[in-house]
């Protein structure tokens, strides 16, 4: 489904991310890990087409264009970026309205919100409120539920547990388990790497801003080199 090649991205002198290369194929769970400013972060923007870069990124054998975030979410690449990203000042109900503008079957989007209720009860029941008044669980529960209304083909959630009580992360991860059932493909980008790690088909450990190790994500559970880097041993610069 996405096929990354020799991707580079720099901020001015920076090189944030320095050639890597990724595949993610159909119905997978994908998880790029590594330790706060490996380039995590900037590996999903740039897929989302929010950066510029170097390189190929290929979706659906359609070569993606840097700055084209639009375009990406129209061919079906949604993110869900690190700080959840909802419009605070507006309602619940308008943030999940939100996630409807790039489509068209205006009656089907009725009954796929109807869907993101019944998901989300959490949401139907405070649609009025102002999500800046909602609970950082919340607020995560609606930035998926709008990300999810633009019918993805591939979803980017970067650090969905970010701030998340752990009795709140564990629902958040259930749910992604939840959305590879029904057929989504995701791309998770987390710092919590054995958790992540244990719901993610495959995996990818970023260390500054290269790829360092990769493989099926049960099988590096006990990697050293995936220990060696939670664990602190490995340093890192940061890139972000």
């Known amino acids: 489904m996405l096929r990354v090649r020799d991707l580079v991205v720099g901020y001015g ?11 993610i194929e159909q119905g997978e769970i994908v998880a790029l ?6 380039g995590k972060t900037t590996v999903a923007r740039a897929i989302a087409g929010l950066l510029s ?3 190929e990124i290929l979706f659906e054998d359609v070569r993606l264009k840097p700055n084209a975030a639009e375009r ?14 909802i419009l605070g000042t507006m309602t619940v109900q308008e943030n999940l309205l939100m996630g409807l503008y790039t489509r068209n079957d205006k009656a089907q989007a009725k009954l796929d919100l109807a869907v993101i209720h019944q998901r989300f009860p959490i949401l139907a029941q405070r649609g009025h409120l102002l999500a800046s008044l909602m609970s950082g669980g919340e607020q995560q529960l609606l930035a998926i539920g709008r990300a999810l209304l633009s019918k993805p083909k591939l979803l980017l959630l970067d650090e969905p547990s970010l701030g998340l009580s752990p009795r709140m992360t564990d629902t958040v991860f259930a749910m992604i388990e939840d959305l590879r059932r029904d057929g989504l493909t995701v791309l ?6 054995r958790q992540t790690l244990q719901i993610a088909d495959r995996a990818y450990l970023l260390e500054t801003g290269c790829v360092i190790t ?7 559970i006990d990697d050293p080199v995936v220990s060696e880097t939670f664990l602190g041993s490995r340093t890192a610069a940061v890139h972000r």
Not at 13 to 23: E, F, K, M, N, Y
Not at 188 to 193: I, S, T
């Open 53 to 55: 870069y170097s390189g």
């Open 188 to 193: 998770l980008v987390e710092q919590k790497a």
């Open 214 to 220: 990769t493989g099926p994500a049960k099988g590096l």
């Open 33 to 38: 890990i590594g330790s706060n400013g490996a």
């Open 13 to 23: 002198a920076i090189q944030a991310v320095r050639g890597i290369d990724l595949d």
């Open 72 to 85: 990406n979410l129209r061919l079906g690449i949604a993110l869900v970026p690190e700080g959840r990203g």
